[in-house]
C-alpha cells in the first residue's frame, strides 16, 4: 500500500507556512531531500514496512510525527 497522501498530509500539517504557495513548498521539500535525504517516498515506504511488522498505522503516524519535530 502507498501512503504518500498521509505522509503529504503530515507534513504540510507540520511544516507548511500560509504564506508558501506550491513553489515554496516544492522548494521546501527539495531542500529538505537535498540536506537529510528524506523524501515522501522514503517515509511512505517506512510506514508501510511498519504496518507490514505488525505495528498499527496509526502508532507509524505518531512517531512519524514525533521524529520529524524533536529531530
Do not use: H
Request: proline share 3%.
Amino acid at each position: 500500500m502507498n501512503y504518500l497522501e498521509e505522509v503529504d498530509r503530515l507534513l504540510k500539517d507540520l511544516f507548511r507556512e500560509d504564506w508558501m504557495d506550491d513553489e515554496d513548498w516544492i522548494g521546501f521539500l527539495e531542500e529538505v531531500e537535498r540536506t537529510s535525504g528524506i523524501t515522501p517516498e522514503r517515509l511512505s515506504s517506512d510506514i508501510e514496512a511498519g504496518v507490514n511488522n505488525g505495528y498499527p498505522f496509526e502508532k507509524q503516524i505518531q512517531m512519524l510525527k514525533e521524529n520529524l519535530m524533536y529531530n
